[in-house]
């Protein structure tokens, strides 16, 4: 029977549709992992009875894996914007979670310390320490969901605004393809163009099993999928040169639904970000090495930075 942890530590992923739940060891090795429906009309009590539920079951289950642990922190990446304060200010898709101050609420339904930060950054922070990442001084993380977020972590730390807030990347203005309104009010958004629902509507497909389907002709050489991916591949290129330019990362991972096809655009990407004079920097592109763990990962290593 395996040694039991002394301690562990637990990350909460909130997103719109699904909230994850990852206990981890000292090594950042997930123990166990409970994902559940994440609830939407609650209040501030019902929140916190929910986190405190999933931070139960995390720790008490995975088949027996951890035993009478103590949680020596919790950490939560929340769909963002979180402020400087841990308090996330995102009504439209977590309207339960926002504008609390969940960390001294969690901490008094848990007994242990708890942090808030934003989800890009928490999957981020993971990629950095335990995955896609590892070894590279600095890192950035584009993840690729329903929308698109950006975090950047160098030495370990994440960097973020003067203010608190991580960079809101997804909003960058791109070459005006096909003008698609934003939720943010304007047209050119980058995640409007290069999301993983945007890559669906340039496939034609309905899920993402119709992606995976095309992905796969893709590599095979089929030129109609080929041409659907180099779009897209230059789509995501297009919002990319610019954060590769200023930033001149030693790596840039991508995470998110959008990772998993990386091999059938990468090329068109990685091409569309050589266009803009890199001064002999090396583009090292790579997919996430944590798929759907990230973010919950992440969070728990915060919790203990
Ligand atoms: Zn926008």
Redesign the pocket.
Known sequence: MPDLPASVRVGIDIGGTGTRFAAIDEEGVVLARHTVRTPVAVDAGAATAFLADGIAVVTAGAGGQVGPATISGVGIGASGPVDADGIVRNPHTLPGFSDIALAPLVTAASGAPCVVESDAVAAAVAEATVGAGRGAADLLHVTIGTGIGVAVVRHGSPVLGADGFQPEA??LDVPDEEPAP?????TR?W??TASRRALQRLAGVEDVGGLDRMAAAALDGVPTAQAVFDRYGQRVGLGLRTLVTVLRPTRVVIGGGGARFLDAYRDATVRTVRAVALHGLDLDLRATALDDDGGAVGAALLAAI
């Open positions: 997804g909003h934003c939720y943010c009010g304007r958004c995640e409007q």
